[in-house]
């Protein structure tokens, strides 16, 4: 019995070390490509064989970093944006989880609310920009609301469905042992939903990056948003490289921490 | 439940007739009376799945209900376990020896244990879910594990393990809660064969052990015959106890799955239950569909 445990949990840390060879393997690739192809755009920008005006260089963006951070705004409009992504993604995804999961007590109101829920989905957030600036301001603030409202409907609708998709016969499972609904929520919903608010968080992130650095485009003091528009309507491509990089770095660096949160909470998943 | 029986004129003499048949047992786990059910098709039609359907389990008898599919066994099932409410007729649990009220907990061929919860946890489920768990219940379920081979996995996580193992991790489940009747729905189907002897033989001990009755409802003839006491034969539509085999096995030694297959009677009740279920299927080919 125990061997077929231990030859289990083997096997289990064999796949789990293949698989991560396998991301060295590829991650060195892509690594190769990516060195390789700025190299040959540096190149080419010198050479003039493409117009360094209008695509920017390597040596270009190193610049504009070093500038910005000489002068402090880089940081600034890094942890400008950062602070209102993160923001916007904590409240609208939490609320949206919330809400989502607490309709599992009452079906009726659900399918009402998801209908809602649906329709504020399709919206394109972006479009609410222009409102959302005039209601509160051209400061953070107009941000993370914008942020906010492009997380929660997704997070809502998600988390209704992770939670009416549950186990039928779990519930009957649970349901036979006489479990209250309080306690079918605890024990059953939020734990079985769990997988699918990491995922829909995930998503999230590039959702409430959206809404933040669309929300400076519109009007800002700061913010890598406020930088790239400035930078690009002054032809200052470098800069606008610069502003986009970050903000890559910045999305892997937020879907790096869900990940970590995830494999701490969700632990039986990688567990064997 | 208590819901009084008024079936038609035509079926109650049918119902008269096996209430005093020997499907009905003194000092019974469980009774089931006039038991009326059935369901409503999209076009309209009514139709019948039970119709005066009588008969109880004893304490600590191992009963089975074999059938078709089709028969309405899936339906009995969830009607006993209190999942479905009967439209009619009466599903009593009978009270323990001790006076207590009797509890019913069953298991099917999914294990339902969840990936969230290591072993332990799982086995403990079906108390925490009505009352705060005690060191005391802790003990008896490592206790129950431990008798089931599962000590070295307590703290691990279901994915580790074999079907096996779940399923015995499922069963431990059901028995903490102290029921006084076990419901098995094709429970060991998903098993390779060695492995669902031994959970026959697991189940088959706890009438020793704690007296529980069993009502277990499969189509796996030959696991009906091997567990039970008596075997009910389930047939038509509505569906109606067409058969039921008291099984006295003459085993050499003490009854096991294996020593039950065995047995020179296996083959002859095998034969009367298979004919049965097959006389049923021309009979009723064009019923139930």
Not at chain 2, 187 to 215: C, H, I, K, N
Request: charged share 15%; with cysteine; net charge positive.
């Amino acid at each position: 019995m125990s061997d077929a445990v231990m030859s289990a949990q083997a096997a289990g840390r064999r796949m789990r070390v293949r698989r991560l060879k396998g991301l060295g393997a590829t991650g060195g690739v892509v690594t190769l490509i990516m060195v390789a192809l700025v190299v040959f755009w540096q190149v080419a920008a010198q050479r003039a064989w493409i117009n360094g005006q209008l695509f920017g260089s390597p040596l270009g963006i190193y610049k504009a970093a070093a500038i910005g951070l000489a002068q402090g705004t880089l940081i600034t409009d890094t942890l400008t944006t950062l602070y209102e992504t993160v923001l916007g993604l904590v409240i609208g995804s939490g609320l949206g989880i919330g809400l989502g999961l607490l309709l599992w007590f009452v079906p009726r109101v659900a399918g009402v609310t998801e209908g809602f829920a649906v329709i504020l989905n399709s919206i394109p957030k972006i479009a609410l920009g222009p409102l959302i600036v005039i209601w509160f301001g051209s400061d953070m603030t107009s941000k993370v609301w914008l942020a906010g409202i492009s997380t929660f409907a997704v997070a809502m609708i998600s988390s209704c469905a992770a939670a009416r998709e549950v186990d039928q016969d779990l519930l009957n499972l649970f349901r036979s042992f006489k479990a209250k609904p309080g306690m079918i929520f605890r024990k059953l919903i939020v734990p079985g939903a769990l997988p699918w608010i990491f995922s829909t968080l995930r998503v999230n992130i590039g959702f409430a990056l959206i809404g933040a650095v669309v929300g400076e485009y519109i009007a800002s003091q700061a913010g890598l948003g406020h930088a790239v528009f400035v930078a690009g309507s002054l032809f200052d491509l470098n800069t606008v490289w610069l502003g986009i990089i970050i903000l890559t770095l910045m999305a892997t660096l937020l879907s790096w921490i869900v990940q970590l949160a995830e494999n701490r909470i969700i632990s039986w998943k990688t567990k064997r | 439940m208590n819901t009084p029986n008024t079936p038609d004129s035509t079926i109650s003499s049918e119902s008269a007739k096996a209430a005093s048949s020997p499907h009905v047992r003194p000092d019974p786990r469980l009774t089931v009376a006039g038991l009326n059910h059935g369901f409503e098709t999209d076009d309209g039609v009514r139709t019948a799945l039970f119709s005066g359907l009588n008969f109880s389990v004893g304490a600590g008898e191992i009963v089975s209900i074999v059938g078709r599919s089709g028969a309405g066994k899936s339906t009995l099932f969830n009607l006993v376990s209190g999942l479905l409410s009967p439209q009619g007729g009466r599903i009593e649990v009978g009270r323990r020896s001790d006076g207590g009220a009797g509890r019913i907990a069953y298991m099917l061929q999914k294990d339902l244990l969840m990936p969230w919860r290591t072993v332990l946890q799982n086995a403990l489920l079906g108390i925490e879910l009505y009352r705060k768990v005690t060191r005391h219940d802790i003990a008896r379920a490592r206790e129950m594990l431990a008798r089931y081979g599962l000590t070295s996995v307590v703290d691990a996580y279901p994915q580790a393990l074999s079907g096996g193992m779940r399923q015995r991790v499922a069963l431990t489940r059901t028995l903490l809660v102290d029921p006084t009747l076990v419901l098995l729905d094709e429970p060991f189907s998903a098993l390779d064969y060695e492995t669902r002897l031994a959970l026959e033989d697991d189940v088959m001990a706890l009438r020793q052990s704690s007296g529980t009755s069993v009502v277990l409802v499969t189509h796996d003839i030959e696991e009906a015959i091997a567990m039970s006491d008596r075997v009910i034969l389930l047939g038509g539509r509505p569906a109606r106890i067409e058969d039921s085999v008291d099984v006295k096995l003459s085993t050499q030694g003490p009854r096991t799955a294996v020593s039950a297959r065995e047995a020179p009677e296996f083959r002859t009740l095998h034969k009367r239950i298979w004919g049965g279920l097959r006389s049923n299927t021309i009979h009723h080919a064009g019923a139930s569909t």
